[in-house]
């Protein structure tokens, strides 16, 4: 009963943070399912309920990297539908991803190497603290505030960018 709480209050912070990463809406589904798989299967190695929200994103969040890994050695890119996917996820940022703003915001998201939009999706979509992001994302506090601040940046340079292309 309790995990079943905990799935539901995670879960489409879960999905939507793994959607974003893959791009994929079949892989993020597939992907979604693994990681409620390896959370039941590891329930008994989180440390305690506090630590679930971080513990359970370090798992998708390995999920994902692991099928970046895997797509880059076959050679593709499957970032091409991060736009149209996070202009459709059921999320409360729907509103934003139908305008143009938000669409604008897609692109961008799209565009940032992996570990900036993984850092920028887990701090801005799900809400996790810059402590959680990094355990999530097994790396010092600094390097997560480094890629942050490098996201942050090339974002608005790209957003600037494709502002001006659409005038």
């Not at 399912?33 to 513990?55: G, H, K, V």
């Not at 390097?143 to 600037?160: E, G, P, Y």
């Amino acid at each position: 009963m309790a995990f079943t709480q905990l799935i539901k209050r995670h879960e489409r912070p879960l999905y939507g943070f793994i959607a974003r990463q893959v791009g994929h809406r079949t892989q993020a589904r597939d992907l979604y399912q693994q990681t409620l798989l390896q959370i039941l299967d590891r329930i008994d190695t989180c440390a305690s309920p506090e630590s679930f929200r971080s513990w359970a994103f370090s798992i998708a969040s390995n999920l994902c990297r692991n099928f970046h890994r895997q797509t880059q050695i076959a050679g593709e890119r499957p970032l091409g539908e991060v736009s149209a996917i996070a202009s459709r996820m059921p999320d409360p940022e729907e509103a934003l991803a139908n305008n143009q703003t938000g669409q604008r915001i897609a692109a961008a998201l799209a565009k940032l190497p992996d570990v900036q939009r993984e850092v920028f999706v887990l701090r801005h979509y799900t809400q996790l603290s810059y402590e959680e992001i990094a355990t999530t994302t097994n790396v010092p506090l600094g390097t997560v505030k480094s890629r942050m601040n490098a996201a942050l940046t090339q974002l608005r340079t790209l957003l600037s960018s494709l502002a001006q292309e659409q005038r």
